[in-house]
């Protein structure tokens, strides 16, 4: 029988009516777990056939009157049948399945029945996870307006009291744009945006690419202007990172006490304590990170706690406070998860053994990878090379490409190139076997950018010209330049600054190519290099002046306005 219920004309062979096929059919989204999915008997698939009217038995406690009634279930959670559950096929029904099939496609007939089961069990597994998704936003967005509506310092933020703010009209920008004209066009393109979402996300570039350059009177406008609660409690974190971004922290702490959500004012209160650091103020970042570990002690319902420590740890690392990074490092054994989550424990060991190998701890470092390793009882040696062998015939590879490659640095920091040398080919060996497509090429680009920091910029250019990835490509060759010119190897710096524009000019975005080369821009003019931002910029603005769809054409324009403050304000403290 099952072989008949495949081929296409099989259910006109058991003499079933229309409609009993397609009540069949919809049955199967309740029965599909136990029929298809896991494999019908041929008994099983026989009851159906002999107790559906006309067949077999009537009588009210048949298998054809609760499957009657799994359909009207169905049809009711779809929103398509409002009746009783009472297990008759009555002309409500039959409408119903109707209005189904107008909705989502015709069951039953064109088609051989298992298929039929399957596609509905689809269509009505998506709808449930739909439904759900739109209740979990709904919650999200009542708690979201109630948090702000709580507070004092941002209850104007979801009263209406707010017009869409829009920039002074600075005119059209030409040839020589200005940081006001770009701004300007970027908040009027905002205004086009039809739908809200997309419109919530310009808008918040918008309001970030304003502070960033010292505009901060329409800030609040902007945030009242958001359509999306969730959002407001989103962008109030980003404009305090940007703010921290730029050293003006004690306007960011102001902002980011004022966030009445645990998650995004510890991710704003982590990006102060990394930018106090970076101003050499200890006192400060260390006083930001204490409030950090207190606040995440004290609050049981956040998730992720391990990813917001490790962040943290692995940034003020980078901005030179070892100490500070060691002390983050330690205090997330409070937050990790028991040794028996699987996964999550694995994910966690990974951000764990990333920062670690952002500061000059070695053996903790490995000692960390070793536990993702599937020998677990095994002999662990405290040598690097050991503990890389062992690594390298584990689980979890872009884990170990990620720490292998810091550690990389951090051995050619300590004047140890050899050893770098050694961890980088381990980390390479580990980079060939991430599953394909973009894993792959964001391992070896994690790769190949570590080469460039340990001094071997020849061979991390090589590296990153042979990726697939456009992007990554073009933004790899960006940074090695850098790289190389801040070591001052003009002419390598040179070299590879032509193959970085050549690399740009194949990706086919012309917002992508706008955001990379603005952001090479900024990047060029931090580490005081203004002719090379400057070129930079100018292949920016090329790119993006003909750009026309409104929410690209915000985005690229607030990220160039950024660009060009940031070349400007480089110029003007060099004067």
Same mark, same amino acid.
């Given at each position: 029988?099952?072989? @008949?219920?495949?081929?296409?004309?099989?259910?006109?062979?058991?003499?079933?009516?229309?409609?009993?096929?397609?009540?069949?059919?919809?049955?199967?989204?309740?029965?599909?777990?136990?029929?298809?999915?896991?494999?019908?008997?041929?008994?099983?698939?026989?009851?159906?056939?002999?107790?559906?009217?006309?067949?077999?038995? +009537?009588?009210?406690?048949?298998?054809?009157?609760?499957?009657? !009634?799994?359909?009207?279930?169905?049809?009711?959670?779809?929103?398509?049948?409002? +009746?009783?559950?009472?297990?008759?096929?009555?002309?409500?029904?039959?409408? %119903?399945?109707?209005?189904?099939?107008?909705?989502?496609?015709?069951?039953?007939?064109?088609?051989?029945?298992?298929?039929?089961?399957?596609?509905?069990?689809?269509?009505?597994?998506?709808?449930?996870?739909?439904?759900?998704?739109?209740?979990?936003?709904?919650?999200?967005?009542?708690?979201?307006?109630?948090?702000?509506?709580?507070?004092?310092?941002?209850?104007?933020?979801?009263?209406?009291?707010?017009?869409?703010?829009?920039? %002074?009209?600075?005119?059209?920008?030409?040839?020589?744009?200005?940081?006001?004209?770009?701004?300007?066009?970027?908040?009027?393109?905002?205004?086009?945006?039809?739908?809200?979402?997309?419109? @919530?996300?310009?808008?918040?570039?918008?309001?970030?690419?304003?502070?960033?350059?010292?505009?901060?009177?329409?800030?609040?406008?902007?945030?009242?202007?958001?359509? @999306?609660? #969730?959002?407001?409690?989103?962008?109030?974190?980003?404009?305090? !990172?940007?703010?921290?971004?730029?050293?003006?922290?004690?306007?960011?702490?102001?902002?980011?006490?004022?966030?009445?959500?645990?998650?995004?004012?510890?991710?704003?209160?982590?990006?102060?304590?990394?930018?106090?650091?970076?101003?050499?103020?200890?006192?400060?970042?260390? *006083?930001?990170?204490?409030?950090?570990?207190?606040?995440? !002690?004290?609050?049981?319902?956040?998730?992720?706690?391990? %990813?917001?420590?490790?962040?943290?740890?692995?940034? =003020?690392?980078?901005?030179?406070?070892? @100490?500070?990074?060691?002390?983050?490092?330690?205090?997330?054994? #409070?937050?990790?998860?028991?040794?028996?989550?699987?996964?999550?424990?694995?994910?966690?060991?990974?951000?764990?053994?990333?920062?670690?190998?952002?500061?000059?701890?070695?053996?903790? *470092?490995?000692?960390?990878?070793?536990?993702?390793?599937?020998?677990?009882?095994?002999?662990?040696?405290?040598?690097?090379?050991?503990?890389?062998?062992?690594?390298?015939?584990?689980?979890?590879?872009? /884990?170990?490409?990620?720490?292998?490659?810091?550690?990389?640095?951090?051995?050619?920091?300590?004047?140890?190139?050899?050893?770098? $040398? &050694?961890? =980088?080919?381990?980390?390479?060996?580990?980079?060939?076997?991430?599953?394909?497509? /973009?894993?792959?090429?964001?391992?070896?680009?994690?790769? $190949?950018?570590?080469?460039?920091?340990?001094?071997?910029?020849?061979?991390?250019? &090589?590296?990153?010209?042979?990726?697939?990835?456009?992007?990554?490509?073009?933004?790899?060759?960006?940074?090695? +330049?850098?790289?190389?010119?801040?070591?001052?190897? %003009?002419?390598?710096?040179?070299?590879?600054?032509?193959?970085?524009?050549?690399?740009?000019?194949?990706?086919?975005?012309?917002?992508?190519?706008?955001?990379?080369?603005?952001?090479? *821009?900024?990047?060029?003019?931090?580490?005081?290099?203004?002719?090379?931002?400057?070129?930079?910029?100018?292949?920016?603005?090329?790119? +993006?002046?003909?750009?026309?769809?409104?929410?690209?054409?915000?985005?690229?324009?607030?990220?160039?306005?950024?660009?060009?403050?940031?070349?400007?304000?480089?110029?003007?403290?060099?004067?």
């Amino acid at each position: 029988m099952i072989g @008949d219920w495949t081929r296409r004309d099989s259910a006109n062979s058991l003499g079933l009516s229309v409609d009993t096929r397609r009540v069949l059919a919809l049955a199967g989204m309740i029965l599909i777990g136990s029929f298809v999915a896991v494999g019908a008997t041929e008994r099983q698939m026989a009851a159906v056939d002999t107790v559906v009217p006309g067949v077999g038995s +009537g009588s009210p406690d048949s298998l054809w009157d609760r499957t009657i !009634q799994d359909v009207q279930k169905a049809l009711t959670e779809l929103g398509l049948y409002n +009746g009783p559950i009472d297990g008759q096929y009555t002309s409500a029904v039959k409408r %119903a399945i109707e209005r189904f099939e107008q909705r989502y496609g015709s069951i039953g007939r064109d088609k051989a029945l298992p298929e039929s089961l399957r596609s509905m069990a689809t269509v009505k597994d998506a709808v449930r996870l739909r439904n759900r998704l739109d209740q979990t936003r709904r919650l999200q967005i009542i708690s979201a307006t109630q948090a702000l509506k709580g507070n004092p310092a941002t209850r104007d933020l979801v009263t209406g009291q707010g017009a869409h703010a829009r920039a %002074a009209p600075s005119g059209a920008c030409t040839n020589h744009p200005t940081v006001s004209c770009l701004l300007a066009n970027a908040a009027d393109s905002t205004v086009a945006v039809d739908r809200p979402y997309f419109r @919530d996300w310009a808008i918040r570039e918008v309001a970030v690419a304003e502070v960033r350059t010292g505009r901060t009177d329409h800030m609040r406008d902007r945030l009242r202007s958001l359509s @999306d609660p #969730r959002l407001v409690l989103v962008a109030l974190r980003e404009l305090a !990172q940007a703010l921290a971004q730029d050293g003006r922290t004690a306007e960011a702490r102001e902002i980011a006490e004022t966030i009445p959500d645990a998650v995004n004012k510890l991710r704003a209160l982590s990006s102060i304590a990394i930018a106090e650091a970076r101003l050499g103020h200890r006192a400060a970042a260390w *006083a930001a990170v204490e409030r950090v570990l207190a606040m995440l !002690q004290t609050h049981d319902g956040i998730s992720g706690k391990v %990813a917001i420590v490790t962040a943290l740890a692995s940034g =003020l690392a980078d901005a030179g406070d070892i @100490d500070a990074a060691r002390y983050a490092i330690a205090e997330t054994r #409070r937050f990790a998860t028991a040794r028996d989550a699987g996964k999550a424990r694995q994910a966690e060991l990974g951000m764990i053994t990333g920062a670690l190998a952002n500061t000059p701890q070695f053996k903790s *470092a490995m000692d960390a990878l070793a536990r993702l390793t599937a020998n677990r009882g095994g002999d662990q040696s405290a040598t690097v090379t050991s503990a890389v062998a062992k690594v390298a015939a584990a689980e979890g590879d872009r /884990y170990r490409v990620t720490t292998l490659s810091n550690l990389a640095v951090v051995h050619a920091k300590l004047g140890d190139p050899d050893a770098a $040398a &050694t961890v =980088l080919q381990q980390a390479e060996s580990a980079a060939g076997r991430v599953r394909a497509g /973009y894993p792959a090429a964001i391992a070896s680009f994690t790769v $190949a950018k570590a080469w460039a920091r340990i001094g071997e910029a020849e061979r991390a250019e &090589t590296a990153m010209l042979a990726l697939d990835n456009p992007v990554l490509r073009a933004k790899g060759l960006w940074e090695i +330049g850098v790289l190389r010119a801040s070591s001052g190897d %003009a002419s390598g710096a040179a070299k590879t600054e032509e193959a970085a524009f050549a690399a740009t000019r194949d990706i086919p975005s012309a917002f992508d190519r706008t955001i990379l080369l603005s952001d090479s *821009a900024i990047t060029l003019a931090g580490a005081g290099l203004p002719e090379q931002a400057i070129r930079a910029f100018d292949a920016a603005w090329r790119s +993006g002046r003909d750009i026309d769809a409104k929410w690209w054409r915000a985005r690229a324009y607030a990220r160039l306005a950024v660009a060009l403050h940031a070349i400007e304000n480089r110029s003007d403290s060099r004067r």
